[in-house]
Structure formats: structure tokens, C-alpha cells
């Protein structure tokens, strides 16, 4: 897999194109520190709105600890996004073929993983969620490398599916993974363009 574009890239063209991210202001993202950005982290991982993160009881050497493993591993990496140069979500993409779905499902050349997490607040602005996952897809669909997503969401993360499915991913089959049973689904390059609009 080669190269992503500049982590720190404006998102905004991309978006502005697409119905979901068009009132939502300015994306951005910038690698995470693993270190610098533990504390954010761990606020919004125990949130309960973030149950299906599953760091609920997690102290903040734990997610220190573990976003310094994702940042020594080769296959898998983080990625902090902004709204408005403010910390707004969490966006994590892994090679398939080496971590969280091994022996699961058969990867294709061109398949990238993805997790995202949007930040619990008490001033939820109408769209936002969806603009965020529209933009983590528009990043990763920006390497010519990545021909399909992956995700396994929960089987019972229902608003997760239909987001997903918002943006062109479609469900395969449910699958048993070691914390959750999960349906793994499917978003290729041009089902996403179908789907948001968003060039890619």
C-alpha cells in the first residue's frame, strides 16, 4: 500500500462537493500523538457514548500504552481530525491482511481497514458524524493504492451500519471476532463516489 496523502490536507474541497459535510465547516487531519493527545483520548474512548469503542474502564496509561503500539506498527495507524483546527474525532486504518481481520475473510490487494471515532459533545452540529466518515473515506480513497474499505462494526452498532451504509459500504456477512461479533462490510471506490458524490 503506498504512501497517503499529507495527513494535515484540507478536506474541504473534497466535501464541499457532498451534500453530508457541506454546512459543517472545515476537516482536517493530522497524525496523532500518541502522548500529547492520551488525555483527549482517554475523555472521549470512557465516554459512554463510546461503549462500542470498548475502552470504557481503560486508565489513561492504557491508551497511552496502546495508540504507542499503534504508532510502532508498521500496518496500522492513527490520525486525529479537526473541526475547525479543533480535536473532533479519531480516525484509525490497518492493513486487513495483518491485523483485526486475519484468517477472518479473505483480503484483496487494495483493501485498507477502518475504525473512526467522532468526539461526545453536548452541542451536536445536524450532519457532522456523516460529514466525518465521508472525509475519513475521501483520505483513504485518496491513495490510488486503496481500492476497497473494510469494517467490522458491531452486529448490534445499528447506527453505525446505516452511516456506513450512507456512504456506499455494503454488509457481507456477520463474523466472530475475539471482543464482538461484527459485520463485516464492503465499500469499494466507486460505490463511494456513487453513494456521496465525493471524488475519489
Not at 504512501?3 to 474541497?13: F, K, N, R, V, Y
Not at 473532533?88 to 490497518?94: D, G, H, P, R
Request: proline residues 8%.
Amino acid at each position: 500500500m503506498s504512501a497517503h496523502p499529507s495527513p494535515t490536507t484540507s478536506l474541504d474541497e473534497a466535501l464541499r462537493a457532498a451534500p453530508s459535510g457541506a454546512a459543517v465547516g472545515p476537516l482536517t487531519l493530522r497524525p496523532l500523538d500518541p502522548l500529547k493527545d492520551a488525555e483527549l483520548l482517554h475523555t472521549w474512548v470512557t465516554h459512554p457514548k463510546a461503549a462500542y469503542w470498548m475502552m470504557q474502564d481503560a486508565k489513561l496509561e492504557d491508551v497511552e500504552r496502546a495508540y504507542m503500539e499503534v504508532a510502532a506498527d508498521e500496518h496500522h495507524h492513527a490520525l486525529l481530525g479537526l473541526h475547525d483546527g479543533e480535536p473532533a474525532f479519531l480516525m484509525e486504518y490497518y492493513d486487513p491482511a495483518h491485523r483485526e481481520l486475519v484468517g477472518l475473510y479473505e483480503p484483496l490487494p487494495g483493501d485498507v481497514g477502518m475504525h473512526f471515532l467522532v468526539a461526545p459533545t453536548d452541542r451536536p452540529v445536524h450532519g457532522f458524524t456523516r460529514a466525518v466518515i465521508t472525509a475519513v473515506m475521501a483520505h483513504l480513497f485518496a491513495d490510488p493504492a486503496v481500492d476497497r474499505v473494510v469494517v467490522e462494526p458491531d452486529v448490534t452498532n445499528t447506527a453505525v451500519h446505516a452511516l456506513n451504509e450512507a456512504v456506499g459500504f455494503v454488509p457481507e456477512r456477520e463474523i466472530q471476532k475475539p471482543e464482538k461479533k461484527a459485520l463485516l462490510s464492503f465499500c469499494t471506490r466507486d460505490r463511494f463516489v456513487a453513494a456521496t458524490g465525493v471524488s475519489a
